[in-house]
């Protein structure tokens, strides 16, 4: 109808007019303008799909892009030729439906028409969904800048589900979906798969949109793979449009944490506002333990109302190193506050379901307070925090960014450099060992920091790195082997271990060993320091949405240290104590100065150092380390997920 081609053509006139007001472009782009064919790979016909209508974004060539505003709708006068053939196509698709594919080309996931354009903007008019298209794929050149990782991960998941309409912003986003749907992206998925992925998603960006959900820089598909990461994808097809729209209001601040990828590091513990009791009790109480319980009671804890906490490990404390240092934490936050803080802890939840378990059992227990000990529960406290989402749930990982749970983390770097440093400072033929359990964020930036501690002592020493979680091979045999007798072992003592090596160690002539010097955590500091801020009210200070909170304290706050023995010189050991006066003061920085990779320069000598983002997030190994980042086929099944959710490595390649 000619009354519907007007309408159609006032909202092309004023998305022309919004464009131009803004600075963008107004009319339809052509591929022609935007890509040289010089360039591109070779074209890849798919046949005919169903293509999502909010895809299609231009026209092939530039002859027909003026007729056409940005948003598909018509500009051209009323009375042409035009405008009768576009009213006629109308009138069809009204009365028998437009059946004939258009011909489009795919360039990055977005499509350009060359056949077909007045098809597309009537079907737009008419709010479609979807209009079937011949698809022919123009492959671009592969590159190392994100929109080309995205993508190519995109074509590996189009293999495996033929299936165009989610778009992600970020690397890893769409092997993320697929464990979420129980899939990978080398197999094709069943079709009833598909299935429940195609109408939820269809449903979910329905919702998503009506509620005003599109932001820059996030897409329909990064908040619906936010959204099954809690809620199971199947209720997406099972759930009321009400029950849909309340939980999308539930996760906007998470689907914002996520995309940013922006961690708030919190590397001081936060001062409280106002003088609480415990600052004015002062000298008027004689006895730590009665400052806390002023200072307890002026913000409703008490030891008849104590703060519940609950502890989960992946492990049995008595078999794992990791485990253990967590529980003594725990057993010196009761010692320290007394009555005032109650704990519970449960062992071997090394399952989505254990821990899902037991912070149920922790709930029905009313604990405020859940940690999860291992960056492997983070997708059950993910679920967990928006179950329950007046219990605070934090997880013990570094560069997880989540809204509904925060992190927390030592920097252990710091005391990693210093060990670094008297490892060099005893070595003799220059070259120490390094063993680590697996690359994960933290670990590698620990690595690392060892190796420029080493270098300030010895810039001709080499640190020769293995990873312990290898399924084959036998780390400190091929270190020894090598020559090495320095070495930096585990940085934990475990219960079932005989020799109980652990920390920095020498190799002796007839094969024993002798403790150098040992990395603190001392859990117990932390855990305290993380209640303290509820019971002071700071913690709340860290409250706002969309903003993913870590607790990264260092040698500052005193919950990491070096302890060097009797073994090592005095010498030395005057040099750890003004290592980590100034890293504590703030006055010596270790990542700062000229810093080369295995790949070429970091930071040049004049060039500020690394940020703290920069630091968490590195990926890469520096020049005096021999050794490299294992593929995720080469480690043991049961650190694979830990590895997987902390990021490192994907296929086998450092994430960039």
């Known amino acids: 109808m000619r009354e519907d081609y007007e309408k159609a053509r006032r909202l092309g006139e004023k998305?022309?007019?919004?464009?131009?007001?803004?600075?963008?472009?107004?009319?339809?782009?052509?591929?022609?303008?935007?890509?040289?064919?010089?360039?591109?790979?070779?074209?890849?016909?798919?046949?005919?799909?169903?293509?999502?209508?909010?895809?299609?974004?231009?026209?092939?060539?530039?002859?027909?892009?003026?007729?056409?505003?940005?948003?598909?709708m018509p500009l051209l006068d009323p009375a042409s030729e035009f405008a009768l053939k576009w009213a006629s196509l109308y009138d069809y698709q009204s009365s028998e439906g437009?059946?004939?594919?258009?011909?489009?080309?795919?360039?990055?996931?977005?499509?350009?028409?060359?056949?077909?354009?007045?098809?597309?903007?009537?079907?737009?008019y008419m709010h479609s969904y979807s209009i079937?298209?011949?698809?022919?794929?123009?492959?671009?050149?592969?590159?190392?800048?994100?929109?080309?990782?995205?993508?190519?991960?995109?074509?590996?998941?189009?293999?495996?589900?033929?299936?165009?309409?989610?778009?992600?912003?970020?690397?890893?986003?769409?092997?993320?979906?697929?464990?979420?749907?129980?899939?990978?992206?080398?197999?094709?998925?069943?079709?009833?798969?598909?299935?429940?992925?195609?109408?939820?998603?269809?449903?979910?960006?329905?919702?998503?949109?009506?509620?005003?959900?599109?932001?820059?820089?996030?897409?329909?598909?990064?908040?619906?793979?936010?959204?099954?990461?809690?809620?199971?994808?199947?209720?997406?097809?099972?759930?009321?449009?009400?029950?849909?729209?309340h939980r999308i209001d539930q996760i906007r601040g998470e689907v914002t944490a996520q995309t940013k990828k922006e961690i708030d590091l919190i590397e001081s513990p936060a001062v409280p506002k106002k003088p609480s009791m415990i600052a004015e009790a002062g000298a008027a109480v004689a006895s730590v333990a009665n400052v806390l319980t002023l200072?307890?009671?002026?913000?409703?804890?008490?030891?008849?109302?104590?703060?519940?906490?609950?502890?989960?490990?992946?492990?049995?404390?008595?078999?794992?190193?990791?485990?253990y240092a967590h529980e003594l934490g725990r057993q010196s936050l009761m010692e320290e506050f007394g009555g005032l803080v109650d704990t519970s802890?449960?062992?071997?939840?090394?399952?989505?379901?254990?821990?899902?378990?037991?912070?149920?059992?922790?709930?029905?227990?009313?604990?405020?307070?859940?940690?999860?000990?291992?960056?492997?529960?983070?997708?059950?406290?993910?679920?967990?925090a928006f179950k329950y989402p007046k219990m605070k749930i934090l997880n013990c990982s570094v560069n997880l960014s989540h809204d509904a749970v925060r992190t927390y983390y030592a920097k252990m770097y710091e005391a990693k450099f210093v060990l670094g440093a008297i490892a060099a400072s005893l070595c003799q033929n220059h070259l120490i060992g390094y063993r680590s359990d697996y690359p994960s964020f933290g670990n590698i930036a620990q690595i690392n920091a060892f190796a420029l501690g080493a270098s300030l002592v010895d810039p001709s020493c080499r640190v020769i790195l293995k990873w312990a979680s290898l399924k084959k091979g036998d780390w400190e045999k091929e270190l020894t082997d090598a020559g090495v007798r320095i070495i930096s072992g585990s940085d934990m003592v475990r219960l079932d271990d005989p020799e109980r090596k652990y920390?920095?160690?020498?190799?002796?002539?007839?094969?024993?060993?002798?403790?150098?010097?040992?990395?603190?955590?001392?859990?117990?500091?932390?855990?305290?320091?993380?209640?303290?801020?509820?019971?002071?009210?700071?913690?709340?200070?860290?409250?706002?949405?969309?903003?993913?909170?870590?607790?990264?304290?260092?040698?500052?706050?005193?919950?990491?240290?070096?302890?060097p023995s009797d073994r090592v010189p005095v010498e030395t050991r005057r040099l750890v104590t003004i290592l980590k006066n100034g890293i504590s003061q703030g006055s010596f920085v270790p990542f700062e100065g000229q810093i080369r990779s295995q790949k070429g320069l970091i930071r040049g000598e004049d060039e500020p150092g690394l940020t703290a983002s920069e630091i968490i997030t590195m990926n890469w190994l520096l020049?005096?380390?021999?050794?490299?980042?294992?593929?995720?086929?080469?480690?043991?099944?049961?650190?694979?997920?830990?590895?997987?959710?902390?990021?490192?490595?994907?296929?086998?390649?450092?994430?960039?």
């Open 345 to 384: 802890y449960f062992t071997d939840c090394d399952s989505e379901e254990k821990v899902l378990e037991a912070i149920d059992s922790a709930a029905a227990d009313e604990d405020a307070l859940v940690f999860t000990t291992a960056p492997s529960m983070m997708p059950a406290a993910l679920k967990a």
């Open 295 to 323: 200072g307890a009671l002026s913000s409703g804890y008490s030891p008849e109302n104590p703060l519940k906490a609950c502890f989960i490990y992946e492990k049995e404390p008595g078999n794992s190193s990791w485990a």
């Open 132 to 245: 079937p298209g011949d698809v022919i794929r123009i492959l671009p050149p592969r590159t190392d800048d994100l929109e080309s990782l995205v993508y190519y991960e995109f074509l590996d998941f189009f293999k495996v589900t033929k299936f165009f309409e989610i778009c992600f912003s970020q690397q890893g986003s769409y092997a993320r979906l697929a464990e979420l749907m129980g899939e990978n992206l080398q197999d094709p998925w069943p079709e009833e798969k598909i299935q429940i992925l195609r109408d939820g998603f269809r449903s979910f960006a329905e919702i998503y949109g009506q509620k005003g959900g599109k932001k820059e820089g996030i897409t329909d598909g990064d908040a619906y793979l936010t959204y099954i990461s809690v809620f199971p994808p199947e209720s997406l097809l099972e759930d009321s449009k009400d029950q849909i729209s």
């Open 15 to 72: 998305a022309r007019a919004r464009a131009i007001l803004t600075g963008r472009y107004p009319y339809l782009p052509a591929l022609e303008d935007l890509v040289d064919r010089s360039q591109l790979g070779q074209e890849i016909p798919l046949g005919v799909h169903e293509i999502p209508l909010q895809l299609i974004v231009g026209t092939r060539t530039s002859g027909r892009k003026n007729a056409f505003a940005c948003n598909f």
């Open 98 to 124: 437009l059946r004939d594919p258009i011909k489009v080309y795919e360039y990055r996931n977005r499509f350009y028409v060359e056949e077909g354009n007045k098809r597309v903007s009537v079907m737009n």
């Open 503 to 563: 920390g920095l160690y020498r190799i002796l002539e007839d094969g024993s060993w002798e403790g150098l010097a040992a990395p603190v955590w001392d859990w117990g500091r932390y855990y305290s320091l993380i209640c303290r801020s509820i019971m002071d009210g700071t913690w709340n200070s860290a409250d706002d949405a969309g903003r993913a909170v870590n607790y990264w304290y260092g040698l500052r706050s005193g919950v990491v240290d070096v302890l």
């Open 623 to 656: 020049d005096n380390i021999e050794g490299e980042m294992p593929d995720i086929d080469e480690l043991r099944e049961d650190v694979r997920r830990n590895v997987t959710i902390s990021g490192i490595l994907e296929k086998g390649k450092p994430v960039k």
